[in-house]
C-alpha cells in the first residue's frame, strides 16, 4: 500500500468518525454543548474531506483550490470548539449569535484574504507542489502576514477552550473529570499534529487524521461516560444555587466536595476543607461524630449569620452507589437546612393553639356556666308565665280585667322568645367548640356501625315530620361521637332546607321525625320520649335554628316538601358513604362555598354547621363533596373510608312520622 493510499483511507476514516459525532450531537442538540460540539466535527469533517480531494490533485491550481474550500473547516473549527467549552464550563450566557459573529471575523477576513491572495500576497506569496513520502502530492507555500495572524488566533481560541475543559477537569469530581480529561485529548491531539507540522517535524500536516482520533476519543467518552448525558453544568446550576446544605465525604470520611450554602457547617472556606477529614473539616464536632459513625443521623447547628444566630438541621446519610469494590468503604453525605423560620412558625402555632385552648375553655366554661344560669331561670319564667296564663283563661269569667291575661300571655311568649335566644347561644358554643377541636382530640376505634351513629344522630335532631331510611353501610374506625355530629348536622341541613313545616314549638316536647326501624339500632335505643304531637299552627315558631346553611334555593313556606325523606347507604364503589334527601337541592354555583365557616343564605343560622361537619370528616382523613341525588336533591358523598361489612338487620323499610297519618 502507497503512502498516498495509507493517508486517504485515514482521511477517510477521519470524514466518517466526525460527521458521526456530529450526528450523535446533533440528536441531543438540547443539551449544553452539544450544537457547538456538532459544529466542530462537521468542521473538522470538511476539513478532512477537502485534504482528502487534494491528494489527487498534482496541479498547483488544482492544489490551491481545494486548500481554499478545506480551509472553511480549518478556520470554523476553532470557533466552534471555544464555543462548545463555554457551554459545557457553564459559561453559556458568553454564547450569543453576537459573540458567535465577534468571534468569526478574523476567519472571515482570513478567508478573504486567502482567496484573494494574488492581489495582495497577504495570506501566501507563492506556492508550488512538491512530493512527500514518495507519492503524497503536497501544497508548499511561501506564507504571509495573513495566514499568521489566522493561525495565531486559531491556537488561540484552540488554547482558550482547551484550558476552560482542563480547569473543569481540575476542580470537578471524578465522573465529570472523566469527561473533562476526554475532551482535552480530544483537543490536543490534533493540535499538537498541527504544531508538529508548522515546526516542519513531520513532512505532512497530520491534523486531518488526528481529527479521526478525536472522533474515536469522543464517540467513547459519549458511550462510557455519557458526555452529552451528565454534563458539569449540571453540578454548577444544581448544587451551587441550592438553599440546601451539601457536604460530600468519600470513604475515608474526607470533604470531596460542598456548595456554597453548606458554609455553616464547615470549619472554613470550601478551598481549606476539600480533602480535609471530617474533624477537621466540620465546625461542629457533633457533626462529625455523627459522619464517621456512619449511620444515619439528624444533628442539631446553630451558627452565627449576619442577622443573627440561624437554626439549622444537618442530617448524615450513606452514599454506597460508586463504590469500586465491595469492600470499599461508603461515603457520607450532609444536608444542612435552615429551620430558622420553619422552628419560629411553629412556635408561633404552638402559640396560637395555646390561645384557642384558652378560648375553648373561656366558652365550655366561663361562658356557659351563666348561660346555663341564665336557661334556668328563663325556663321558669317561661313556666310560671304560663301556668299563670292558664290560670287567667280558667278564671276569665269571674274577671273584671281582661287586659291582665293579655298582659300574663305576652310575658309568657317573652319568656319562651329568651329560652329560644338562649337554646341558640348554646348551639353556636357547641359548633365554636367543634370547629376549634385539633384533629388529635378525636378517639377513634374500630368496629363503628354507621347505621346505628346514623339512627342515634336521627333521634338528636328535631327533624318534623321527615323520615330517614338507612341501607347498610358497614363498619369503619371513627370517633362515634364526632360522626354522630356530623351526621346531625347533616340531618338537620336536609330538615330546614327540605321542609317548612316540620319544627316545633318552644315549650312543647321535640318530635323527631320517622328513622327506620331497622337503621341498626333497636328502637328502645333510640327513643327520645315524644309525648305530644306537634300542633301545625305552630310548626313556624322554631326552638331549633342552629343547623346547616347550605343553599337550598326555595325556603319559603309552602315551597318544600313538608315530609322530606332523608337516605343514608352506601356508595357503589364501597369505599364511602352517602347522606342525600329529596328537597329542592344545591344550586352547582354555590356548592364550592357551602362548607366555609359563616356561608348561610337563611337569617338567624350561624353558618358554622357544614363547616364542621367538613372538619370531622376531614380528622378522619375522609373527603366530603355534595352533588345532586339520583332522583334530585342534596347529596353528600363521603369518600377515602375504610368500610368493613359488619353483621346488621334488614335495612331499608320506611316508617313514616305518626302525625303523618296511615
Not at 329560644?420 to 370547629?435: C, G, Q, T
Not at 301545625?536 to 322530606?564: E, K, L, M, N, Q
Not at 348561610?600 to 350561624?606: A, C, I, L, M, Q
Request: hydrophobic share 45%.
Amino acid at each position: 500500500m502507497t503512502a498516498r493510499l495509507a493517508l486517504a483511507a485515514a482521511l477517510f476514516a477521519s470524514v466518517v468518525t466526525s460527521l458521526a459525532v456530529a450526528t450523535i450531537a446533533l440528536r441531543n442538540r438540547s443539551r449544553a454543548g452539544a450544537t457547538p460540539l456538532a459544529a466542530a466535527q462537521a468542521a473538522a469533517a470538511w476539513w478532512a474531506l477537502g485534504r482528502l480531494s487534494s491528494l489527487y490533485a498534482p496541479a498547483v491550481a488544482d492544489q490551491l483550490f481545494w486548500v481554499k474550500l478545506l480551509y472553511v473547516g480549518t478556520v470554523a473549527a476553532p470557533v466552534a470548539w471555544v464555543t462548545f467549552a463555554l457551554a459545557y464550563t457553564n459559561r453559556g450566557y458568553l454564547v450569543g449569535r453576537r459573540s458567535v459573529a465577534l468571534l468569526s471575523v478574523v476567519p472571515a477576513v482570513s478567508l478573504a484574504l486567502l482567496w484573494t491572495t494574488p492581489v495582495h500576497d497577504l495570506f501566501y506569496r507563492s506556492a508550488d507542489v512538491v512530493l512527500v513520502l514518495g507519492s503524497v502530492p503536497t501544497l508548499r507555500t511561501v506564507r504571509g502576514p495573513g495566514y499568521w495572524v489566522m493561525l495565531g488566533y486559531s491556537f488561540l481560541l484552540m488554547g482558550v477552550g482547551t484550558a476552560l475543559l482542563l480547569e473543569r477537569a481540575l476542580r470537578t469530581t471524578s465522573i465529570y473529570r472523566r469527561q473533562a480529561a476526554a475532551l482535552v485529548a480530544i483537543a490536543l491531539v490534533p493540535w499538537a499534529s498541527s504544531l508538529l507540522y508548522i515546526a516542519r517535524l513531520v513532512p505532512v500536516l497530520l491534523t486531518p487524521m488526528m481529527l479521526a482520533v478525536s472522533g474515536v476519543i469522543a464517540l467513547w467518552a459519549i458511550s462510557r461516560y455519557g458526555l452529552l448525558d451528565i454534563v458539569p453544568v449540571a453540578r454548577a446550576t444544581v448544587l451551587d444555587v441550592m438553599e440546601d446544605g451539601v457536604v460530600v465525604l468519600d470513604g475515608a470520611d474526607r470533604v470531596v466536595d460542598c456548595n456554597p450554602a453548606a458554609a455553616p457547617a464547615l470549619a472554613g472556606p470550601r478551598s481549606a476543607v476539600l480533602s480535609r477529614h471530617a474533624a477537621d473539616a466540620l465546625a461542629d464536632p457533633r457533626l462529625a461524630a455523627a459522619v464517621v459513625d456512619g449511620g444515619p443521623q439528624t444533628v442539631e447547628l446553630s451558627a452565627d449569620a449576619g442577622a443573627g444566630t440561624r437554626q439549622f438541621e444537618a442530617r448524615v446519610s450513606t452514599v454506597d452507589a460508586h463504590r469500586r469494590a465491595d469492600d470499599e468503604a461508603p461515603g457520607r453525605l450532609v444536608l444542612l437546612r435552615d429551620v430558622t423560620e420553619s422552628r419560629r412558625y411553629r412556635r408561633e402555632l404552638e402559640a396560637k393553639n395555646r390561645r384557642l385552648d384558652r378560648f375553648a375553655s373561656v366558652v365550655s366554661h366561663d361562658l356557659r356556666n351563666p348561660l346555663n344560669v341564665a336557661h334556668g331561670y328563663a325556663t321558669l319564667l317561661a313556666g310560671d308565665a304560663g301556668r299563670a296564663t292558664g290560670a287567667s283563661d280558667a278564671g276569665g269569667a269571674d274577671r273584671s280585667d281582661a287586659g291582665g291575661t293579655d298582659a300574663t300571655s305576652t310575658e309568657a311568649d317573652h319568656a319562651r322568645t329568651v329560652v329560644d335566644a338562649l337554646d341558640r347561644m348554646d348551639a353556636i358554643i357547641d359548633d365554636v367548640l367543634e370547629l376549634s377541636r385539633s384533629d388529635d382530640s378525636l378517639d377513634s376505634r374500630p368496629g363503628v356501625p354507621i347505621e346505628v351513629v346514623a339512627k342515634r344522630a336521627w333521634s338528636a335532631v328535631d327533624t318534623g315530620r321527615a323520615t330517614l331510611r338507612c341501607d347498610p353501610v358497614g363498619e369503619v374506625t371513627a370517633d362515634a361521637s364526632q360522626l354522630q355530629r356530623a351526621f346531625e348536622n347533616l340531618f338537620r341541613n336536609s330538615v330546614e332546607h327540605g321542609t317548612t313545616s316540620g319544627r316545633t314549638a318552644s315549650g312543647d316536647a321535640a318530635e323527631h321525625g320517622s328513622a327506620d326501624g331497622e337503621c341498626g339500632v333497636d328502637d328502645a335505643a333510640t327513643d327520645t320520649g315524644d309525648t305530644t304531637d306537634t300542633d301545625a299552627g305552630d310548626t313556624d315558631a322554631a326552638t331549633d335554628t342552629t343547623g346547616i346553611d347550605a343553599v337550598a334555593g326555595a325556603d319559603s313556606a309552602g315551597d318544600a316538601d313538608p315530609s322530606v325523606t332523608v337516605r343514608v347507604g352506601p356508595l357503589p364503589e364501597g369505599d364511602g358513604f352517602a347522606v342525600g334527601d329529596d328537597g329542592p337541592g344545591i344550586p352547582e354555583a354555590d356548592r364550592g362555598s357551602v362548607f366555609e365557616p359563616g356561608h348561610t343564605t337563611r337569617s338567624g343560622n350561624t353558618g358554622f354547621g357544614l363547616a364542621v361537619v367538613k372538619r370531622v370528616f376531614d380528622a378522619h382523613g375522609w373527603q366530603v363533596a355534595v352533588t345532586d341525588g339520583p332522583t334530585g336533591g342534596a347529596r353528600f358523598e363521603v369518600v377515602g373510608v375504610d368500610v368493613a361489612d359488619g353483621t346488621r338487620s334488614d335495612a331499608g323499610a320506611t316508617t313514616p312520622h305518626p302525625s303523618a297519618g296511615p
